[in-house]
């Protein structure tokens, strides 16, 4: 793989680290491969990140509870310890936020086992997502919490390809205003392809594996 470009935004100190390349997702083929390791993994980092979606959002917000979505876990811990200290409201009965994740039945499907349904059910869920490019991960996530009973209170990212996914408002920390020239293409139309450009590697939230 190439050497890593860092960028940055406006508020905050932390970058986003990317390659740009001809990369395949499960669901598109995009130009850029987008490293959010650090930004999920390392505390310091997590933190200003959720500093940072914190402030993304109205004060009479109410979350009850946070879905982490693509390893995000760290960030929403400290998500739901900044709105919670900001003074953003609860309807939980001790005043704090659940921190959860679903998980995948062997259909591929995104499920909550019945003792975390109490914390979905009849609950304002804000969704936490590494990348929201296409939106088919996020309709999964969307279709989930709608099944369970929850109600969306959020959408929260560190890379959203735009403000909006299907209607949904998505706050995302880095955009394509931070990489203007970010693409993601379906796979029958990708000009990467037309040209005869081989892929570089399988990409998604999580990482890499490189075919080359």
Do not use: W
Not at 151 to 158: H, P
Request: aromatic letters at 10%; proline letters at 3%.
């Amino acid at each position: 793989m190439a050497n890593y470009t860092k960028i940055h935004t406006i508020g905050t100190d932390v970058p986003l680290k990317v390659i740009k390349g001809h990369f395949a997702t499960n669901h598109a083929h995009i130009n850029y491969y987008i490293d959010s390791t650090t930004l999920r993994t390392r505390a310091s980092e997590a933190h200003e990140v959720a500093k940072v979606l914190a402030g993304m959002y109205l004060y009479d917000t109410v979350v009850d509870t946070i879905v982490c979505m693509e390893g995000t876990e760290v960030i929403g811990a400290f998500l739901s310890e900044e709105l919670t200290n900001s003074g953003f409201l609860s309807t939980n009965a001790h005043k704090t936020i659940y921190v959860v994740t679903p998980e995948f039945n062997n259909n591929s499907q995104l499920i909550f086992r019945d003792n975390l349904v109490p914390e979905i059910s009849g609950k304002n869920v804000m969704i936490l997502m590494a990348m929201v490019t296409t939106g088919k991960t996020l309709n999964r996530a969307l279709e989930c919490v709608k099944y369970y009973n929850g109600k969306l209170t959020g959408v929260s990212a560190i890379f959203g390809e735009n403000d909006v996914i299907d209607g949904v408002p998505v706050h995302a920390v880095f955009s394509k205003k931070d990489l203007p020239d970010y693409e993601s293409y379906d796979y029958t139309e990708c000009p990467m392809c037309k040209e005869g450009r081989k892929l570089d590697a399988l990409v998604n939230a999580y990482g890499y594996e490189s075919l080359r």
